[in-house]
Nanobody, 118 residues
Framework: QAQLAESGGGLVQAGGSLRLSCAASGLTLSTYVVGWFRQAPGKERELVGTSGWSGSSTYYRDSVKERFTISRDNAKNTVYLQMNNLKAEDTAVYYC???????????WGQGTQVTVSS
């Protein structure tokens, strides 16, 4: 059974950094598009960024450009979200998801809480 599991969330002061991990089992992440999403209390879930198939391309929403970076470790079947210069507005539950190109996201992790104190 294919599963994704996020880890690495926590409480950090504004300006700090965290690295989230998205580890896969039952599927080979290098063949999937991986997206990072977040949902803050009372808000809609939003796409933070994506890593194309085999890391071919990346996309970031404007509010995280120059601060967040998505990377892959294919040997560990894991995708990372490095978050630097964190702001209070980055506080949310962060989810990773995987999909085949041109399809909807099929696999989702359980989420990890990121809280940034100002």
């Amino acid at each position: 059974q294919a599963q994704l599991a996020e880890s690495g969330g926590g409480l950090v002061q504004a300006g700090g950094s965290l690295r989230l991990s998205c580890a896969a089992s039952g599927l080979t992440l290098s063949t999937y598009v991986v997206g990072w999403f977040r949902q803050a209390p009372g808000k809609e879930r939003e796409l933070v960024g994506t890593s194309g198939w085999s890391g071919s391309s990346t996309y970031y929403r404007d509010s995280v450009k120059e601060r967040f970076t998505i990377s892959r470790d294919n040997a560990k079947n894991t995708v990372y979200l490095q978050m630097n210069n964190l702001k209070a507005e980055d506080t949310a539950v962060y989810y990773c998801a995987a999909k085949l190109p041109q399809y909807a996201y099929r696999y989702w992790g359980q989420g990890t809480q990121v809280t940034v104190s100002s």
